[in-house]
């Protein structure tokens, strides 16, 4: 039986995996222009997320999920980051520049998240 408290991660994950697929431009946009492919980026992204996702779901990869998830949320700051200088650079909304600046501590909250579901 699949604990609840593991529902919501892998749903969430499992969604932004999705949408790495469904619109890969949002993110291909926000992949800093030092990484040499922002589409493959976009795509292995995607991909993890959704095994990600996946493996939380069995008992037996659990953590291992987990910690893969930790390391991709880790992984992805960088872009979050670099949204978030664009925003600044393109002069976007107070409100806008603000939102993101908030995004930055949910990584460190996601990565709690997931191992603690796991760690049940």
Do not use: K
Request: charged fraction near 10%.
């Amino acid at each position: 039986m699949i604990p609840t408290a593991v529902l919501g991660p892998a749903l969430l994950f499992f969604t932004a995996g999705v949408l790495h697929f469904v619109m890969p431009g949002f993110f291909d946009r926000i992949v800093p222009p030092w990484v040499p492919n922002a589409r493959v980026a976009t795509y292995v992204s995607g991909v993890f997320e959704i095994l990600g996702a996946i493996g939380l779901l069995i008992p037996a990869t659990r953590v291992a999920a987990a910690w893969g998830l930790i390391a991709l949320l880790a992984a992805v700051l960088p872009a979050n980051m670099h949204m978030l200088n664009q925003a600044r650079a393109a002069q976007a909304s107070a409100g806008y520049i603000v939102g993101l600046w908030l995004r930055l501590p949910l990584q460190p909250l996601l990565m709690w998240w997931v191992w603690r579901v796991v760690r049940r």
